[in-house]
């Protein structure tokens, strides 16, 4: 008789053995030092780290938190944005806002800010749903360049904005000034309605063609027309990437074949 409910007690226990904790798992002592030696600064409050990281799809399996890294990703975005005008502002004092504006929309796209998320490893980090495991360690720069503005915002709550403005000129704007990569223009649309202009041709239009995907990952196709001709067609996680594609791909096109409008 003991022997049998010897095997019973097994079997239940075997039954009801905890799963996988993902935040224990990702937030472990080593892990936090880890994180605490990227930001440079000492964690006070974990919790805003925690919340940073969290990507809303998490939110679908885990009742433990009610909201995303989302809010923290719109603060961190304002301070990124506060934070690199001031340094070019003074970096560059003879130069136009034009120039200035330019320059700050390349060190704060997502491309960038996903490249600085990899190169820090934020990814092992960041919790995901299941559903969505799988494209973040295929490196969707969305996901990360998004937890690289929420992570932002928890320095800035955890420990002020000096610290803040420490990180990102570490990670953001130096490599990118120091290199000279501010000096590419990666603006292709607007590079497009530059050569529209200057040749006479109508006005570059986009199109949504189609959008798929969950809602948490969605890829925009978009298509630019000269008047009624399909000059290029790109893709993106997001409109504006989707729309910088098509027309990256319409200046290839229109300069190949010197199209001109209907």
Excluded: W
């Amino acid at each position: 008789m003991a022997d049998i409910f010897s095997r019973l007690f097994k079997k239940i226990k075997l039954k009801f053995t905890p799963v996988e904790d993902p935040v224990k798992e990702k937030f472990t002592p080593e892990k936090l030092r880890e994180l605490e030696n990227i930001i440079g600064e000492p964690i006070i409050d974990k919790s805003h780290y925690l919340q940073a990281l969290v990507h809303r799809s998490f939110l679908e399996q885990n009742n433990e938190f009610e909201a995303s890294n989302e809010r923290l990703e719109f603060l961190g975005d304002a301070i990124l944005n506060l934070i690199v005008a001031d340094y070019l502002f003074n970096k560059f004092p003879y130069e136009e806002e034009g120039f200035l504006t330019k320059v700050r929309a390349k060190i704060v796209n997502r491309n960038t800010l996903g490249d600085v998320g990899e190169r820090i490893k934020l990814d092992s980090f960041i919790l995901v749903g299941r559903n969505l495991s799988k494209s973040l360690v295929n490196s969707s720069k969305s996901i990360v360049s998004d937890a690289v503005e929420a992570l932002i915002g928890a320095i800035y709550l955890d420990s002020g904005m000096k610290a803040c403005t420490k990180f990102v000129i570490k990670f953001l704007v130096e490599p990118i000034v120091n290199d000279g990569e501010y000096l590419i223009d990666e603006n292709y649309k607007s590079q497009l309605l530059e050569y529209a202009q200057g040749h006479k041709l109508k006005v570059p239009t986009y199109r949504v063609l189609k959008e798929e995907g969950p809602q948490h990952d969605t890829i925009f196709t978009v298509e630019v027309l000269l008047g009624s001709k399909t000059l290029g067609i790109g893709e993106g996680k997001n409109k504006k990437v989707a729309e910088q594609n098509a027309a990256k791909s319409a200046l290839k096109e229109i300069r190949s074949l010197n199209v001109n409008s209907d």
